[in-house]
DNA sequence: GATAAAGTTTACGTAAACGTAAAGTATTTT
DNA sequence: AAAATACTTTACGTTTACGTAAACTTTATC
């Protein structure tokens, strides 16, 4: 039960930050399926929930046909075919094992994000040390020059 | 202290599966640095951890020009200069929040697979209910056509 | 009724990340 | 020495995911 039952080209573009072009690109793609009111494109809110899901993807580096391979499977599950059935649960587990890996992945750039950060501060840490060295021994003797 | 100091193109390509084309293009970017035996290319240990980290890169979503740029800052910070420490230090606090959003995404994309699945699960049990209630009815009356 | 605003199609252009083929060099093996 | 193997450079081709411009229609606004 979302807000809004319909939406324009733009309202979506807006919304998700993205260009009517990609938007079209999307449905080209065969991503989205607007239905027409004359030319114009009106967009469900299925179709906004789909270009979610495609956006997010893309943020974890799914490209657009991998996305669509899961959203046909998908709509061929409701068809109630077992072989497809099956098949779906087949690409899940595979998604799963690549999310897995990428959680390895974060997982392993984040520690070592750690100990570059504390590198970082160290230097910046000694930097900091050799600057007020320098500011006492102007305070101490600031009449040598004279 | 890595096994051994230096690497052919042949050897870190199928160490790590690419093509050595895919080697010589992340030179040609910027992103190794080998230095040569006559015209031949001598990969460093090194060499060796920078595309272990490109490519890992690559399954977080990570563009090579977004790792270069890493590679890049993390070499100036060795330098030691204060600007450029905390450029670092910025870099590394956006990367961090990008892998927050990466792990929001896959949280929400492994439960909504979840509940894909349990949907699959049910329809499949619904067919193999069918199924049996057939089997049964054959069973019970084998005779009938006779 | 003119004009602006939002939509459309068609089509060429572009950046990223390689693939692929051609043609040559250097070394090693038979 | 001939052939196979591994490496090189040069350069054009390809896919993905759009950007951008041109030319046109429909709808809303002054």
Known sequence: MDIKKTYSISELAKEFDVTTRSVRFYEDQGLLHPTRRGQTRIFSSKDRVRLKLILRGKRM???????KELFDLW???LSGNEKQLLLMLDTL???RAQLEQQKNDIAQAEMEMDTAEARCREALAELQKKKRQQTKAKTEEPVEQK
């Open 61 to 67: 580096g799914f490209s657009l046909a991998e996305t």
């Open 93 to 95: 587990a595979n998604k």
């Open 75 to 77: 709509d061929e599950t």
